[in-house]
Nanobody, 115 residues
């Protein structure tokens, strides 16, 4: 059993920053493939950023240069630093962990970018 708990969402003005956290617990290894996805109303869930193995990172095209994913293996936690936020970044952000062919999801955290 794997549990993922996200935190850090909220309301921010355009150009602002937020930092999301996702803490993993349960039957996990110290290093897992993890990532952040987002889904806005009426749209498909899309990859925001992923971190695999020894800190190999991947970013969605719309967030490259603005978002940074990182991990703390001691705390089994990943982070998403989001800078220069835009209204189109408004979405529910989900944490994901892949383990032995299974995909686990957090409950999601709302990020709203609005003036």
């Amino acid at each position: 059993q794997v549990q993922l708990v996200e935190s850090g969402g909220g309301l921010v003005q355009p150009g602002g920053s937020l930092r999301l956290s996702c803490a993993a617990s349960g039957s996990i290894f110290s290093i897992n493939d993890m990532g952040w996805y987002r889904q806005a109303p009426g749209k498909q869930r899309e990859l925001v950023a992923a971190i695999a193995g020894a800190d190999s990172t991947t970013y969605g095209n719309s967030v490259k240069g603005r978002f940074t994913i990182s991990r703390d293996n001691v705390k089994n936690t990943i982070y998403l630093q989001m800078d220069s936020l835009k209204p189109e970044d408004t979405s529910v952000y989900y944490c994901n962990l892949c383990l032995l062919g299974h995909s686990f999801w957090g409950q999601g955290t709302q990020v709203t970018v609005s003036s």
